[in-house]
């Protein structure tokens, strides 16, 4: 089942906007995710936040994380052509499971 | 390292053919997991395995669907019968530590006619 949701489904902006993700969870999370995947590729990793933390950064990648409203977001700032993808969260359970729980993505475009 | 590696990339075989997903994860990796991507719903977890031991099969949609870990550098996923509805891309992936960063294969793009 769905644990994170992101909002929107889908985005399109232009090169050097900021774009800005959103994704909401439902139960109590030891960490959360965030992937990204190009088209017909694997996923890959591009940050985690912990649930006692409250934002964190990497190069133009700025993550927030609010546990009271269950929900993070994801801020790609000063876009590139390059961005084009989708974008997943990933929530590490709070409990006993070793395993993420994938949101179903939000699909960003950056138009030249 | 090479990373988590998949075989094949792409499968197409008929109904009722039994299929195997080959991954071999990266090296010191304790977990290992095996995904389903649809558009319909999204990323699911199948199975997962420790240290080459099945934690949790309850993804694991129907008894056609099974998985093996004999060693800490393979892992099999299988379907026998395949049907259409099991077309999706598979991932596998491993993480060093439970709920840590998961890196994952390039996927096997499976279609059954």
């Known amino acids: 089942s769905q644990q994170g949701e992101e909002d929107p489904q889908a985005l399109s902006i232009q090169e050097g906007e900021n774009a800005t993700m959103n994704c909401s969870y439902k139960t109590s999370i030891n960490n959360l995710q965030w992937y990204r995947q190009n088209s017909g590729r694997g996923l890959v990793h591009l940050i985690l936040i912990r649930s006692n933390e409250r934002e964190k950064h990497s190069g133009r990648l700025r993550v927030t994380l609010d546990t009271s409203k269950k929900s993070s977001s994801l801020l790609i700032t000063a876009s590139r052509a390059a961005d084009t993808a989708s974008y997943f969260c990933a929530t590490g359970s709070g409990g006993g499971a070793d395993g993420l729980t994938f949101g179903k993505g939000t699909h960003l475009i950056i138009q030249p | 390292d090479a990373g988590v590696i998949q075989s094949p990339r792409h499968e197409v075989t008929e109904m009722g053919q039994e299929v195997t997903l080959r991954c071999k994860p990266i090296s010191g990796h304790d977990y290992l997991f095996w995904y389903r991507q649809t558009m319909m719903r999204g990323l699911e977890l199948l199975i997962y395995?420790?240290?080459?031991?099945?934690?949790?099969d309850s993804g694991m949609p129907e008894d056609r669907f099974s998985a093996k870990m004999p060693n800490a550098s393979f892992s099999t996923l299988k379907i026998q019968p395949s049907e259409p509805r099991d077309s999706a891309v598979y991932f596998c992936?491993?993480?060093?530590?439970?709920?840590?960063?998961?890196?994952f294969g390039q996927g096997t793009r499976l279609t059954v006619v």
């Open positions: 992936a491993s993480s060093l530590v439970s709920r840590a960063e998961a890196f």
């Open positions: 395995f420790n240290n080459n031991v099945p934690i949790d």
